[in-house]
């Protein structure tokens, strides 16, 4: 099992990135992925999570309306749009596949003016 993250970097607050997590090893379409984030200091925070299919979202509180988790099956990657980011969303983003402890290494993702 293989998991990359990318796409991470410096963004102005008010600004847009978006992250990508090409999966491998195992048969992306039937799990759910999620997005977790973590903070210098602090403890990994759940951010997102999309079901095998794609029909179902959740988000965290604090990215509702700003962030879009989405998949594309047939590349075996999920991405996490995050739009009108905020200082407070900067952290290390970890793609995970739920339930099964497996783990990318994951993308820094600086927003500072």
């Known amino acids: 099992v293989q998991l990359v993250e990318s796409g991470g970097g410096l963004v102005q607050p008010g600004g847009s990135l978006t992250l990508s997590c090409v999966a491998s090893?195992?048969?992306?379409?039937?799990?759910?992925m999620s997005w977790y984030r973590q903070a210098p200091g602090q403890e990994r925070e759940h951010v997102a999570y999309?079901?095998?299919?794609?029909?179902?979202?959740v988000y965290t509180d604090s990215v509702k309306g700003r962030f879009t988790i989405s998949r594309d099956n047939g590349k075996n990657t999920v991405y996490l749009q995050m739009n009108n980011v905020k200082v407070e969303d900067t952290a290390m983003y970890y793609c995970?596949?739920?339930?099964?402890?497996?783990w990318g290494q994951g993308t820094q993702v600086t927003v500072s003016s």
């Open positions: 995970n596949v739920k339930d099964m402890g497996w």
């Open positions: 090893g195992f048969s992306f379409n039937l799990f759910v």
């Open positions: 999309i079901t095998g299919g794609g029909d179902r979202k």
